[in-house]
């Protein structure tokens, strides 16, 4: 290749001499490609369903805690297992469906991947501490 075709001439982009500037007419496949790993996928797929309010972030002693992620990425397009926690008290259906729609959206637009199924589970579901102190639940003696 030669320097006319992958590189403007300095003069014409501000840039020091010596320094190769990408030419914007080039034909973008010969530049190279782009492959996101499920890794990344699965991080984003996490902080998204962090997002929706009525999920919580719950640690784990050992493994990975809550929210988790798991992506199969093929080519262009993701599969997602997402597993939350959710608040005491909210409903699930309504909670599901929000964090399928924050994944996908937030997947699709930060990767450009094509996002053909969310599944979410939901695995456990947290008591707010101030909420139980102020009504009395969770003291009851259950024989």
Not at 50 to 58: A, F, H, P, S
Not at 110 to 121: E, F, N, P, R, Y
């Amino acid at each position: 290749m030669s320097t006319s075709e992958s590189a403007a001439p300095p003069a014409a982009t501000g840039a020091p001499p010596g320094d190769r500037v990408p030419n914007p007419t080039a034909d973008s496949g010969r530049r190279g490609h782009l492959e996101i790993g499920s890794r990344v996928v699965e991080r984003i797929a996490q902080v998204a369903a962090r997002r929706v309010d009525e999920v919580v972030r719950q640690p784990a002693t050992f493994g990975s805690g809550l929210p988790n992620a798991t992506a199969k990425v093929a080519g262009q397009h993701v599969r997602l297992d997402v597993e939350v926690a959710v608040r005491w008290g909210r409903p699930l259906p309504q909670t599901a469906a929000a964090v399928r729609s924050q994944v996908a959206e937030q997947v699709s637009e930060l990767t450009g991947l094509v996002v053909d199924s969310v599944a979410v589970g939901i695995v456990a579901v947290a008591a707010d501490a101030p909420a139980q102190a102020a009504t009395g639940a969770g003291d009851e003696d259950v024989t």
